[in-house]
């Protein structure tokens, strides 16, 4: 694995999706807070998108980071959006804001947003991404050179084909979709593995899915450490891989922060005892009824019923493991209390058709209705 090149970048990476918020903004003063104590653990590695807080993520790079700390101190990756696109002409439009947003000059990393079969991956090609990513890094405004992946493993292949000057891809992976039909973790890593190709860790926790298992599968971890957090397992699962460059984690209060810096500093590989109690976990949850869902709220951006999708689906989960659907059900009332309930779903699929899961949202937006819109 061709790693040698990153070997300077921290195995813990701080993912600004899931910002601390205050009064329905970015709480510049928490986020200034976390990074120091992120930075002063001796970690580096910082990832936004254009489109991460509705382009707000950026700006706190920015304010936060950019402004506060020499730019050789850290690595810091964005994205480009295939769907915020209308022609090749936004390809520099959206890369000069972007490099104006975050004052950074330049870009460690940089990716094309979210590949996937169809249209993403399609329009990438149409508007001739990978070939433009290129130049810009022989203009020295990229260092690295890659993309996000959210597709089937066929394509994949297709895409390493193509494009051998491809320097790494990131990827979701962890222990639950490690053999999950539709992410396809396992048979990703194994494709990147067997092409010596570096690979970036995204959605190690699952979205927080990971962080809180059921009770019995909770003890059996416990058990094991009764001092680590649910958490921790699953973060210390993607870090035991080989040929990882660094293991996203949208952290959103010092509490998260401070639990990933206990389990990155001197950092555990799983025993081989460990493994094959994740694989027990992992097939008792693989056969039970989560929603696979990650937080990463693109369906509510362009949601005309401002719909919190994510936290809905929360609290489906919570109703299918627990069955507490008065408890559910509060929770709901608040969660909705100035944003759309699931009945206000209309059905217009625009939350489908960006759901990098392929969950189907608006059957499960029925379901929780039947569960918790009832007069």
Known sequence: MKN??????????????RLPEKNGEIDYDHVCRMIDR????????FDTAYVYHSGKSESAVKECLVKRYPRERFHLATKLPVWCMKSKDDRDRIFHEQLERTGAEYFDFYLLHSLEDGNNYNSYE?????????????????????????????????????????????????????????????????????????????????GGTLAALMPELEAKLKAERPDASIASWAL???????????????????AQMLDNLNTFTNFEPLSDREKKLIEEVNE??????????????????????????????????TIRLYGEEW???????????????????????QCEGVCPQHLSIIELLQEASGHLDQE
């Open 284 to 317: 008792v949850m693989f056969n039970s009824s989560l929603i696979g869902c990650t937080a990463c709220r693109y369906c509510c951006d362009g949601c005309p019923s401002q719909i919190n999708i994510p936290e809905i689906f929360r609290v489906l989960n």
């Open 38 to 45: 992120y930075m002063d653990a001796g970690f580096n590695y």
């Open 327 to 349: 408890r559910s059900s509060n929770v709901y009332q608040g969660l909705t209390k100035n944003s759309g309930k699931a009945k206000d779903c209309i059905a217009c699929g």
């Open 126 to 206: 149409e508007f001739d991404c990978f070939n433009w990513g290129i130049r810009k890094k022989q203009e020295g405004k990229i260092k690295h050179f890659g993309f996000s992946y959210h597709g089937t493993p066929e394509l994949l292949e297709v895409i390493l084909d193509k494009h051998p000057e491809i320097e790494f891809v990131q990827i979701q992976l962890n222990y639950a979709d490690w053999k999950n039909p539709i992410v396809h973790s396992g048979k990703l890593y194994e494709i990147l593995t067997r092409r010596n190709i570096p690979m970036i860790i995204m959605e190690p926790v699952k």
């Open 4 to 17: 040698h090149e990153f070997q300077d970048v921290s195995k813990l990476g701080f993912g600004l999706m």
């Open 236 to 254: 210390r699962f993607a870090g035991s891989l080989d040929g990882i460059i660094t293991i996203l984690s949208g952290m959103s209060n010092d």
